[in-house]
């Protein structure tokens, strides 16, 4: 049942169906964070702004991360809702909080399509024919069917989107598995010499803020929730799982491509996985192409479902216009879909026809993790709110049964954290990645602002309540 929470009234059924086992939702958290994609997709701007560096920097943002996992876990217990984030700030803060929140929350799923897209379409054409130069063109078709490929599985279903992901996401652990082997046996033959040199603090705070790229996306069973069986028991679990499991990815790979592959070859390399394969296997490109195409596409269709399910949330509650809300006989917001991924497109095309791909990539990367850095904050800032005042704001959480003191700090630890980063961006950011990318954050920021007043008139804060819920 869905309630509006200001009058307590029913409003019109608009739920999606039921049908995501725990197992669905692991696999959906473990495949959305794409660590093959995310490295091959990150890690020549990681090399360039930090060299070495990239380890630690990775590792200090990684634990506010962590961290989070099991703050989502909690919060989706007393909260489970299609939109997560935003609903959550809307019940323990107040809406205006919410509205904004949703918009940081548009910003950063949508900043990170393309991000995906872009690099999806230079690995294929890569690996079908690695001496070709495609024009802007061919690449903008290419990214055009991987739009199309994503969409069949998000049409189809929920059950159709975990299934397809589970295929792809064997052939990525596989190959992970495959290539740490294959990297350890050959260290003795293409390890390179490891220096660290002096400390590049403004490349440590942009990799530590690119970082959040591939350190998100196991919170997709959040926005899952509604789907889940069990919406106050399963979803965030998959989640701690996929953080962990991120985490453990880039402990192999980074330490292994860094180790055997000279810096001067990975840093602004488009694919540096590809680099690190070719030492390794030379002459055979599959070797990496095959299992990073797996994790590009698990990437695109999961990142896409979490903006897809916000968006029904926001339409549901009319922040955004309602057909966002509407759903098809296979239980999916298909105009969301659509809309989501052909607008992705079009920022792709832009990318590829009208600037230097390099540089307008690099920007699009930084602000989407500045902004998935934001939308953790806030996160991060409601769940410490919730488990200061949650029993004196919200009875029904019963939170003074449960001693929550150490998850409490884990939540203020995480805040300070994450304000720390997203501070240090605004600083060292423009000195790194350029002098636009503060440009862009403060207008994206100021069209918050805009957002949040636009939606002032929205009061409506509806409450997924799933009979026989556990």
Known sequence: MVVDVNNDQEVPK????????????????????????????????????????????IALIAIPFIVSGFVFRLLNRHFPHAGASYHWSARVIGRTTSHFQAWILIVA???????????????????????????PYLRVAVGGLWVLFALIPLLLGSIPTARVTQVFLFVELASLIGLGILGVFSWKRLSVPIHFGHIPFS??????VVAATILDGWEIDSYASEESRRPKKDPG???????????????????????ETPLSQLANASNPLAVWGHRLVPGSPWIIGIPVL??????????????????????????????????????????????????????????????????????VLAAAGFFLLAEFFIDSVTASVFLTLGHK?????????????????????????FGFFLLAFVIYGPKAIGGP??????????????????????KNIYVFEADGAS
Do not use: C
């Open 203 to 208: 490349g440590i705070m942009v990799v530590a």
């Open 237 to 259: 679990l998959g989640g701690i799982i996929g953080a962990f499991m991120a985490l453990a990815f880039y402990a192999i790979l980074y330490p292994l491509m860094l180790g």
């Open 109 to 135: 799923y949508f900043l990170s399509i393309p991000s995906i897209i872009v690099p999806a379409s230079t690995y294929t054409l890569s690996l079908i024919a690695p001496n070709y130069v495609a024009s």
């Open 437 to 458: 990318i503060d440009i862009v954050i403060a207008v994206l920021l100021a069209m918050g602002v805009l957002f949040t007043i636009k939606t002032k008139r929205s």
């Open 393 to 417: 704001r919200l009875p029904e959480a019963q939170l003074e049964k449960h001693d929550h003191r150490v998850l409490r700090f884990g939540a203020l630890f995480s805040a300070a954290t």
């Open 14 to 57: 608009k739920e999606l169906s039921r049908v995501l086992k725990v197992g669905d939702l692991v696999s959906l958290s473990v495949s959305s964070v794409g660590p093959l994609f995310s490295v091959a997709a990150t890690g020549g701007v990681m090399a360039a702004q930090a060299g070495w560096w990239t380890l630690p920097a």
């Open 294 to 363: 797996a994790s590009t596409a698990g990437g695109l269709w999961l990142t896409s479902f979490i903006l897809v399910r916000a968006l029904f949330a926001m339409g549901r509650e009319k922040l955004v216009p309602s057909p966002f809300a509407r759903i098809s006989s296979n239980n999916v917001p298909k105009f969301a879909t659509i809309v989501v991924l052909l607008a992705a497109l079009g920022v792709t095309a832009f990318q590829f026809l009208f600037v230097s791909l390099g540089s307008f990539f690099s920007l």
